[in-house]
């Protein structure tokens, strides 16, 4: 059974510090989502990464996957009070987006 | 584009009746996931379908739940009868096979007295 672990599960930080929040996987995978979460709202994709050494990123955030370690990277630069929300990975193990097992989450919440 | 639709948004029913969530898929889009989340259990798969096509039903959790897509345009998860247990947020989401991104609706937040 794939097991999609995420640390840390809480996370405090204040503005302006990086952080990095990991996503380590059970099993074969080259495609790897990231989503947010806002409280009470549903769910957003950031990032799709699909191949070993991926790197994507967009504003403050910059995703990553090393397959080979079945593990991706969700790096915060320099953070900020809007980026406060749960952040989901999601692998997908059959190809071609079918059935994608959640992470637990990683609750981050900014800090003025 | 208007997204995936869901409803209703908020449901609250008594414990042993039937509760029927809606979803309309993204024009185009020809896979459609029906996904629960609970604070116990985390986002789980419940049944996906493709081209109106139940592909794996294996998520579901016990005979109380059934999924149908009558058309591309349309799907229902019916719980009957329903039980406390049932209470979660239900997402409803949508692909086009074979690409990179499941988009998800508003979801349905159901509570089972």
């Known amino acids: 059974e794939l097991k999609v672990e995420q640390n840390p599960l809480f996370l405090s930080m204040q503005e302006g510090k990086n952080y990095t929040i990991y996503c380590n996987y059970s099993t074969t995978s080259d495609r790897l989502y990231w989503y947010r979460q806002d409280p009470g709202k549903s769910l957003e994709s950031l990032f799709v990464?699909?191949?070993?050494?991926a790197v994507k990123q967009e504003g403050r955030l910059m995703a990553s996957l090393d397959t080979k370690a079945r593990l991706s990277t969700l790096h915060i630069t320099a953070a900020v009070h809007d980026l406060s929300a749960t952040y989901f990975c999601?692998?997908?193990?059959?190809?071609?987006?079918?059935?994608?097992?959640f992470g637990t989450g990683t609750r981050l919440t900014i800090i003025p | 584009d208007a997204g995936v639709i869901q409803s209703p948004r908020h449901e609250v029913t008594e414990m042993g009746q039937e509760v029927t969530l809606r979803c309309k898929p993204i024009?185009?889009?020809?896979?459609l996931f029906w996904y629960r989340q609970t604070m116990m259990r985390g986002l789980e798969l419940l049944i996906y379908f493709n081209n109106n096509v139940p592909i794996d039903d294996s998520g579901m959790p016990e005979d109380r739940f059934s999924a149908k897509m009558p058309n591309a345009s349309f799907s229902t998860l019916k719980i009957q009868p329903s039980e406390p247990r049932d209470s979660a947020v239900y997402f409803c989401a949508s692909s086009l096979w074979n690409t990179d991104t499941q988009y998800f609706g508003p979801g349905t937040r159901l509570t089972v007295l």
């Open positions: 999601a692998v997908d193990t059959e190809g071609g987006n079918e059935k994608l097992t």
């Open positions: 024009s185009g889009h020809n896979s």
């Open positions: 990464l699909l191949s070993n050494g």
